[in-house]
């Protein structure tokens, strides 16, 4: 089992920045994948960002690329996003997921390929 726990989100005003990080507890993190999602109400959970478990395997959604950036530290048992240049679309609800095992046959943008999930933080981005 892993835990993981979202924390960074809040309010900002658009072109601001925020940094949302995901720690992670209960086995060693550095044999799991981590990822972002967010959702809005009403709307199916959106990939954010993908990162590996070595750190490689970087992806993003086209919406977020050239502002996001993904990182890990296993040290410390840690995913972070540091998003840049926010706009009011990127108004959601933060999600860290993890999927353990050092294979990538599977689909990064994909939800249900993750095992474990965060409780979510809030990110509003004013205009």
């Known amino acids: 089992q892993v835990q993981l726990v979202e924390s960074g989100g809040g309010l900002v005003q658009a072109g601001g920045s925020l940094r949302l990080s995901c720690a992670a507890s209960?086995?060693?993190?550095?044999?799991?994948?981590g990822v972002w999602f967010r959702q809005v109400p009403g709307k199916e959970r959106e990939f954010v960002a993908h990162i590996g478990w070595s750190g490689g395997r970087i992806s993003y959604a086209d919406s977020v690329k050239g502002r996001f950036t993904i990182s890990r530290d296993n040290a410390k048992n840690t995913v972070s996003l540091q998003m840049n240049s926010l706009k009011p679309e990127d108004t959601a609800v933060y999600y860290c997921g993890a999927r353990g095992g050092r294979s990538y046959d599977y689909t990064y943008s994909s939800a249900g390929a993750y095992e474990y999930w965060g409780q979510g933080t809030q990110v509003t981005v004013s205009s």
């Open positions: 209960g086995r060693t993190f550095s044999s799991y994948a």
